[in-house]
Protein backbone atom coordinates (compact mmCIF):
# COMPACT_ATOMS: atom_id res chain seq x y z
CA UNK A 1 0.00 0.00 0.00
CA UNK A 2 1.44 3.26 -1.23
CA UNK A 3 1.93 5.90 1.74
CA UNK A 4 0.79 9.79 1.70
CA UNK A 5 3.07 11.22 -0.82
CA UNK A 6 4.21 14.74 -0.81
CA UNK A 7 5.82 16.62 -3.79
CA UNK A 8 7.82 18.49 -4.34
CA UNK A 9 10.87 17.19 -1.86
CA UNK A 10 12.37 20.62 -1.66
CA UNK A 11 11.64 24.12 -2.64
CA UNK A 12 13.71 26.98 -2.57
CA UNK A 13 11.70 30.92 -2.79
CA UNK A 14 12.07 34.56 -2.76
CA UNK A 15 10.44 36.50 0.01
CA UNK A 16 7.03 37.97 -1.62
CA UNK A 17 7.06 34.69 -3.98
CA UNK A 18 3.90 32.32 -3.90
CA UNK A 19 4.03 28.46 -3.47
CA UNK A 20 1.76 25.39 -3.99
CA UNK A 21 2.64 21.92 -2.35
CA UNK A 22 0.57 18.99 -3.12
CA UNK A 23 -0.25 15.62 -1.39
CA UNK A 24 -1.51 12.46 -2.13
CA UNK A 25 -3.67 10.51 1.05
CA UNK A 26 -3.37 7.54 1.27
CA UNK A 27 -5.49 5.48 -0.66
CA UNK A 28 -9.28 5.11 0.89
CA UNK A 29 -8.22 7.94 3.26
CA UNK A 30 -10.42 11.15 3.34
CA UNK A 31 -9.22 13.68 5.75
CA UNK A 32 -5.78 15.33 4.70
CA UNK A 33 -4.02 17.79 7.40
CA UNK A 34 -1.31 20.30 6.41
CA UNK A 35 1.31 20.85 9.65
CA UNK A 36 4.38 22.81 10.07
CA UNK A 37 7.21 21.68 11.34
CA UNK A 38 9.69 24.95 11.82
CA UNK A 39 12.95 24.89 13.45
CA UNK A 40 12.78 25.25 17.10
CA UNK A 41 8.81 25.31 17.23
CA UNK A 42 7.80 21.78 16.74
CA UNK A 43 4.69 20.74 14.92
CA UNK A 44 2.27 23.28 14.34
CA UNK A 45 -1.20 22.69 12.68
CA UNK A 46 -1.85 24.17 9.87
CA UNK A 47 -5.35 23.17 8.23
CA UNK A 48 -7.59 19.90 7.95
CA UNK A 49 -9.63 18.83 5.31
CA UNK A 50 -12.56 16.32 4.86
CA UNK A 51 -14.55 15.43 2.11
CA UNK A 52 -13.38 17.90 0.30
CA UNK A 53 -14.23 20.57 2.99
CA UNK A 54 -11.85 22.69 5.03
CA UNK A 55 -13.02 21.36 8.66
CA UNK A 56 -10.23 23.27 10.96
CA UNK A 57 -7.48 25.63 10.51
CA UNK A 58 -4.50 26.59 13.06
CA UNK A 59 -3.08 29.87 13.96
CA UNK A 60 -2.14 30.63 10.98
CA UNK A 61 -2.78 34.11 8.73
CA UNK A 62 -5.25 33.70 5.93
CA UNK A 63 -2.34 33.81 3.32
CA UNK A 64 -1.79 30.05 4.03
CA UNK A 65 -4.80 28.66 2.21
CA UNK A 66 -5.62 25.31 0.57
CA UNK A 67 -7.92 22.67 -0.89
CA UNK A 68 -9.03 19.28 -1.32
CA UNK A 69 -9.81 17.71 -4.52
CA UNK A 70 -12.49 14.78 -5.65
CA UNK A 71 -9.77 12.38 -5.15
CA UNK A 72 -8.85 13.71 -1.72
CA UNK A 73 -5.39 15.07 -2.62
CA UNK A 74 -4.73 18.06 -1.19
CA UNK A 75 -3.11 21.44 -2.39
CA UNK A 76 -1.30 23.78 0.24
CA UNK A 77 -0.72 27.26 -0.91
CA UNK A 78 1.20 30.06 0.87
CA UNK A 79 1.14 33.78 -0.36
CA UNK A 80 3.45 36.60 -0.07
CA UNK A 81 6.03 34.23 1.33
CA UNK A 82 8.09 35.46 4.37
CA UNK A 83 11.57 34.39 5.99
CA UNK A 84 9.78 33.36 9.10
CA UNK A 85 7.59 30.41 6.41
CA UNK A 86 11.14 28.43 6.14
CA UNK A 87 9.60 24.93 7.52
CA UNK A 88 9.18 21.37 6.86
CA UNK A 89 5.28 21.06 5.57
CA UNK A 90 4.19 17.78 6.29
CA UNK A 91 0.39 16.00 5.30
CA UNK A 92 -0.60 13.72 6.68
CA UNK A 93 -4.18 11.66 6.06
CA UNK A 94 -6.67 9.41 7.85
CA UNK A 95 -10.14 7.95 7.68
CA UNK A 96 -12.92 10.40 8.67
CA UNK A 97 -12.36 9.47 12.31
CA UNK A 98 -9.02 11.64 12.60
CA UNK A 99 -6.89 9.13 14.88
CA UNK A 100 -3.87 7.37 13.26
CA UNK A 101 -2.95 10.27 11.21
CA UNK A 102 -0.03 8.90 8.62
CA UNK A 103 2.53 11.36 7.90
CA UNK A 104 4.35 11.83 4.43
CA UNK A 105 7.77 13.27 3.79
CA UNK A 106 7.06 16.23 3.63
CA UNK A 107 7.86 19.22 1.47
CA UNK A 108 11.23 21.66 2.31
CA UNK A 109 10.68 25.28 2.03
CA UNK A 110 13.42 27.56 2.31
CA UNK A 111 12.70 31.05 1.74
CA UNK A 112 15.84 33.52 0.76
CA UNK B 1 -4.53 26.07 24.37
CA UNK B 2 -3.82 22.38 24.62
CA UNK B 3 -0.06 22.25 25.57
CA UNK B 4 2.28 18.39 25.44
CA UNK B 5 4.99 18.80 27.38
CA UNK B 6 7.60 16.21 26.46
CA UNK B 7 10.80 15.50 28.45
CA UNK B 8 13.44 14.21 28.56
CA UNK B 9 14.41 16.68 25.29
CA UNK B 10 17.52 14.88 24.72
CA UNK B 11 18.70 11.97 25.65
CA UNK B 12 21.91 9.80 24.88
CA UNK B 13 22.72 6.20 26.15
CA UNK B 14 24.34 3.56 25.49
CA UNK B 15 23.15 0.39 23.72
CA UNK B 16 21.79 -1.77 26.06
CA UNK B 17 20.50 0.54 28.41
CA UNK B 18 16.42 1.52 29.17
CA UNK B 19 14.65 4.99 29.14
CA UNK B 20 11.48 6.31 29.62
CA UNK B 21 10.02 9.65 27.82
CA UNK B 22 7.36 11.26 29.43
CA UNK B 23 4.63 13.06 27.49
CA UNK B 24 2.29 15.61 30.28
CA UNK B 25 -0.85 17.43 29.51
CA UNK B 26 -2.99 19.47 32.00
CA UNK B 27 -5.58 18.62 29.09
CA UNK B 28 -7.51 15.62 28.55
CA UNK B 29 -7.30 13.56 25.43
CA UNK B 30 -9.50 11.12 23.66
CA UNK B 31 -6.52 9.77 22.43
CA UNK B 32 -2.61 10.08 22.22
CA UNK B 33 -0.25 9.37 19.45
CA UNK B 34 3.23 8.29 19.74
CA UNK B 35 5.78 9.00 16.50
CA UNK B 36 9.27 8.79 15.59
CA UNK B 37 10.90 10.67 12.92
CA UNK B 38 14.70 10.60 11.99
CA UNK B 39 16.29 13.34 9.67
CA UNK B 40 15.06 13.73 6.44
CA UNK B 41 11.68 11.79 6.74
CA UNK B 42 8.02 12.24 7.76
CA UNK B 43 6.80 11.00 11.89
CA UNK B 44 5.80 7.46 11.51
CA UNK B 45 3.36 6.20 14.19
CA UNK B 46 4.34 3.84 16.37
CA UNK B 47 1.12 3.25 18.51
CA UNK B 48 -2.69 5.18 19.33
CA UNK B 49 -3.78 4.59 22.78
CA UNK B 50 -7.18 5.73 23.51
CA UNK B 51 -8.35 3.91 27.01
CA UNK B 52 -7.24 5.37 30.43
CA UNK B 53 -4.68 3.36 31.71
CA UNK B 54 -4.07 1.48 28.48
CA UNK B 55 -0.45 -0.37 27.99
CA UNK B 56 0.43 -1.24 24.71
CA UNK B 57 3.58 -2.81 23.55
CA UNK B 58 5.66 -2.88 20.55
CA UNK B 59 8.33 -5.16 20.57
CA UNK B 60 10.64 -3.94 23.21
CA UNK B 61 8.15 -0.59 23.26
CA UNK B 62 5.70 -0.15 25.84
CA UNK B 63 3.51 2.87 25.87
CA UNK B 64 0.81 3.54 28.52
CA UNK B 65 -2.18 5.94 28.64
CA UNK B 66 -2.01 7.49 32.06
CA UNK B 67 -5.61 6.59 33.88
CA UNK B 68 -7.17 10.05 33.54
CA UNK B 69 -5.71 10.56 30.02
CA UNK B 70 -3.75 13.28 30.53
CA UNK B 71 -0.29 12.11 29.98
CA UNK B 72 1.45 8.82 28.55
CA UNK B 73 5.00 7.26 28.67
CA UNK B 74 7.23 5.40 26.17
CA UNK B 75 9.50 3.20 27.96
CA UNK B 76 12.26 1.31 25.62
CA UNK B 77 13.81 -1.86 27.19
CA UNK B 78 17.17 -2.74 25.76
CA UNK B 79 17.99 0.52 23.61
CA UNK B 80 19.92 -0.02 20.40
CA UNK B 81 21.04 1.90 17.82
CA UNK B 82 18.11 1.34 15.16
CA UNK B 83 16.18 3.34 17.91
CA UNK B 84 18.11 6.65 17.41
CA UNK B 85 15.40 8.95 16.36
CA UNK B 86 12.97 12.05 17.26
CA UNK B 87 10.13 10.76 19.81
CA UNK B 88 6.83 12.91 19.50
CA UNK B 89 3.58 12.22 21.22
CA UNK B 90 0.77 14.02 19.38
CA UNK B 91 -2.75 14.43 21.60
CA UNK B 92 -6.26 14.27 19.88
CA UNK B 93 -9.01 16.61 21.32
CA UNK B 94 -12.73 15.41 19.57
CA UNK B 95 -13.60 18.82 19.77
CA UNK B 96 -10.61 20.47 18.50
CA UNK B 97 -11.25 19.22 15.44
CA UNK B 98 -9.39 16.04 15.18
CA UNK B 99 -6.09 18.32 14.72
CA UNK B 100 -3.46 16.84 16.67
CA UNK B 101 -1.37 18.70 19.17
CA UNK B 102 2.51 17.76 19.25
CA UNK B 103 4.71 17.82 22.26
CA UNK B 104 8.00 19.29 21.67
CA UNK B 105 9.98 15.90 21.01
CA UNK B 106 12.58 13.62 22.68
CA UNK B 107 16.07 13.82 20.66
CA UNK B 108 17.51 10.35 21.50
CA UNK B 109 20.70 8.98 20.56
CA UNK B 110 22.13 5.10 21.46
CA UNK B 111 25.65 5.23 20.99
CA UNK B 112 27.00 1.71 20.22
Known amino acids: EAGVTQSPTHLIKTRGQQVTLRCSPISGHTSVYWYQQALGLGLQFLLW???????NRGNFPPRFSGRQFPNYSSELNVNALELEDSALYLC???????????FGDGTRLSIL | TQLLEQSPQFLSIQEGENLTVYCNSSSVFSSLQWYRQEPGEGPVLLVT?????EVKKLKRLTFQFGDARKDSSLHITAAQPGDTGLYLC????????????FGGGTRLMVKP
Open chain 1, 49 to 55: YDEGEER
Open chain 2, 90 to 101: AGQHNNAGNMLT
Open chain 1, 92 to 102: ASSLGGGRNQH
Open chain 2, 49 to 53: VVTGG
